[in-house]
């Protein structure tokens, strides 16, 4: 069998035909800066901060679109790609409004600058995704400076009609990742680049708001932004400087079981993220309820304890007490009216074990078909 190996930074790689170069460094812990890539999806060879050096090639070769051939050095933080990077950074920041606050701060100060900002009062001031910005990291990797002005004022204005998702195009650095997640990711085909030139912009249908476009609000393209394009509707701007606990967990809204990562502030969910596109079964993709819908977890309104009607009113009570009421209810009611006097209505919020479990439970202790989903309501 034929062996095929890539040496990156003096690392001796294996690889298989038809790998990249960004995938075989991705395979094997080596970072290469991506801005404008998305894994799974087609490369859009738009922000150029992926370049790497190969040994014995004049210019320099996007990593996420050149094929890696046998006997390949590669080099991916030489003078000549830092200076390329730095370059196409700087055009970035400065394509419009990107008040990163990036200057030359060592790794040490990083964390006390940040503070220094807020004590200044300019958090408010500050693009919403500040701190958690792909391309302020890469600013502050490369020292490169920014205004904190923008350098021209863009001629769209923020889009804020939508239920989830504003749009501030003034920030969108043209990458095309929501592009392509809503395209080959989710395959909605909701959205696509439209107009040339100067005017070049992402547009939903023929330039329409996402609410009256064939958005059907996934938040597909708010994951795959960044920057502060596409934030949502209700972003934790007051909470963006505290301690955030990220947690793997499933999502409750059907039986798929979509992996996802809750972040959570001061014990209250303030955003959700799909999980690693890797992890099956959803890879990364929500739809609008699991990425949206967490605010009944902290309502509150919700019930904690199981409620039974006496004298006309709704008390609490234990779980046992609750229990044994439905079951010498149901025994009643089987006794006096026949099994196919009852029906049962099972709940996309389980899982599809709990929901089998329920129509098992009917048919063979009920002695009924009478059994349905809220799905169909």
């Known amino acids: 069998m034929e062996h095929h190996t890539i040496t990156i930074n003096g690392n001796h790689l294996a690889f298989n035909p038809g790998e990249t170069i960004l995938e075989i460094a991705q395979r094997n812990k080596i970072e ?21 050096e190969i040994k014995g090639e004049d210019c320099l070769v996007e990593s996420c679109a050149t094929e890696a051939k046998h006997g390949m050095m590669v080099f991916t933080e030489s003078s000549k790609v830092i200076q390329a990077r730095r370059e196409a950074i700087t055009k970035l920041l400065s ?44 600013a502050y990797r490369y020292q490169v400076k920014t205004r904190q002005l923008p350098t021209k004022e863009c001629k769209y204005e923020t889009e804020r009609a939508n239920p989830f998702i504003i749009r501030d195009f003034s920030r969108c650095i043209l990458c095309g990742r ?3 997640a809503c395209r080959e990711i989710q395959v909605n085909n909701a959205i696509e680049f439209g107009y040339t ?21 996934c938040g597909e393209c708010l994951q795959a932004c960044p920057v502060g ?22 999502c409750s809204f059907c039986g798929v079981g979509c992996q996802m990562d809750v972040f959570v502030q001061d014990n209250k969910i303030v955003k959700i993220n799909g999980a690693d596109s890797d992890l099956a079964p959803n890879h990364a993709s929500l739809c609008v309820k699991g990425r949206f819908g967490y605010e009944f977890v902290s309502s509150p309104e919700r019930l904690t304890r199981p409620l039974i009607k006496k004298d006309g009113k709704q008390v609490d009570a234990s779980w046992d007490e ?33 929901n089998y479990i329920a129509q098992k439970f009917t048919r063979a202790v009920l002695k009924t078909n009478n059994i349905d989903h809220c799905a169909r309501l």
């Not at 030139?197 to 996402?210: E, N, Q, R, S, Y």
């Not at 972003?235 to 499933?250: I, L, S």
């Open 32 to 52: 290469i800066p991506t801005l404008c890539h998305l894994k799974h999806t087609t490369p859009t060879h738009t922000c150029k901060i992926c370049q790497v």
């Open 178 to 180: 929501c592009v392509k």
């Open 229 to 250: 394009a596409l934030v949502p509707d209700k972003p934790f701007r007051d909470g963006r400087f505290k301690d955030t606990q990220k947690t793997r967990t499933t």
């Open 322 to 354: 609750a229990l044994d009421l439905v079951a010498k209810k149901l025994l009643s009611v089987k006794s006096e009216s026949g099994p196919d006097s009852i029906g049962v209505l099972t709940s996309a919020r389980i899982t599809n074990e709990d």
């Open 95 to 138: 394509s419009g409004n990107h008040n990163c606050a990036a200057r030359e701060v060592d790794a040490a100060d990083w964390t006390s600058f940040q503070l220094k900002v807020l004590k200044n009062d300019m958090a408010e001031e500050l693009c919403p995704v500040w701190g958690d910005c792909e391309l302020q990291d890469l």
């Open 197 to 217: 030139g100067a005017d070049l912009k992402i547009i939903a249908k023929d330039d329409m708001t996402l609410k009256n476009s064939d958005c059907v609000f």
